[in-house]
């Protein structure tokens, strides 16, 4: 397997939490992870990403201190726990493998992409 997986979206109440799981594949375990999102109307922007061994990690400021993303090498699982979720969170959720072991928000730095969750937060 080479291609992502994703899995866990839903239609959830704002400030409730979600959980996606993205099964990277055998490919993934020396790359990074990051998770992209879509929202109708709007271009692809980058959520978090995960460096190859869990050390680094980022995230946009918009999900800062809201979501948390981890992985388990061994499992080649990457998880995005989403807490406290509001209406603009909805949207397409892509998890992407890099090319390097890096972290990194830059989506030319992913180079297999999965083919997304929809995760949809009402008001």
């Known amino acids: 397997q080479v291609q992502p997986v994703e899995s866990g979206g839903g239609v959830v109440e704002a400030g409730t939490s979600l959980r996606l799981s993205c099964a990277a594949g055998?490919?993934?375990?020396?790359?990074?992870v990051g998770w992209f999102r879509r929202a109708p109307g709007k271009e692809r922007e980058f959520v978090a990403s995960?460096?190859?061994?869990?050390?680094?990690?980022n995230y946009a400021d918009s999900v800062k201190d809201r979501f948390t993303i981890s992985r388990d090498r061994y499992k080649n699982m990457v998880s995005l726990q989403m807490n406290s979720l509001k209406p603009e969170d909805t949207a397409v959720y892509y998890c992407?493998?890099?090319?390097?072991?890096?972290?990194?928000?830059?989506?030319?730095?992913?180079?297999?992409w999965g083919q997304g969750t929809q995760v949809t937060v009402s008001s």
């Open positions: 055998r490919t993934s375990s020396n790359n990074g």
């Open positions: 992407a493998i890099a090319l390097r072991a890096s972290s990194s928000s830059a989506p030319s730095a992913y180079r297999y």
């Open positions: 995960i460096s190859w061994n869990g050390g680094d990690t």
